[in-house]
């Protein structure tokens, strides 16, 4: 079982997490603006990584806060744990 650092609560087990998709995904300023297939990109295309990704968790059996994972899509290593808001550490990036 996948073992993940929650920032506020320490390494818990995954059954006490919820997948919430892929991080850094940022709502168009003016979605009115957009065609409808701008929209729908926004809305469904993510990246499906083979390898580094950046995706949000929740902690729902927990502290129920939302954080960012890098995760090797590969092997399931964790490569760090980061707030929502904070870009992953340099070092650890790609
Ligand atoms: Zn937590």
């Known amino acids: ?6 920032p506020w609560c320490g390494r818990r087990d995954e059954s006490e997490f919820s997948y919430a998709g892929e991080a850094h995904i940022v709502r168009p300023e003016d979605p009115f ?36 994972v890098q995760r090797d899509t590969v092997t399931y290593h964790i490569s760090c744990v980061y707030k ?11």
Request: hydrophobic residues 30%.
């Open 33 to 68: 603006s957009l065609s409808d297939g701008q929209w729908a990109e926004y809305l469904f295309i993510r990246k499906n990584a083979m390898g580094l990704h950046q995706e949000q968790w929740c902690h729902s059996s927990g502290c129920r806060r939302y954080f960012n």
């Open 84 to 94: 929502i808001g904070d870009e992953p550490p340099r070092d650890k990036n790609v």
């Open 1 to 6: 079982m996948l073992q993940i650092e929650c």
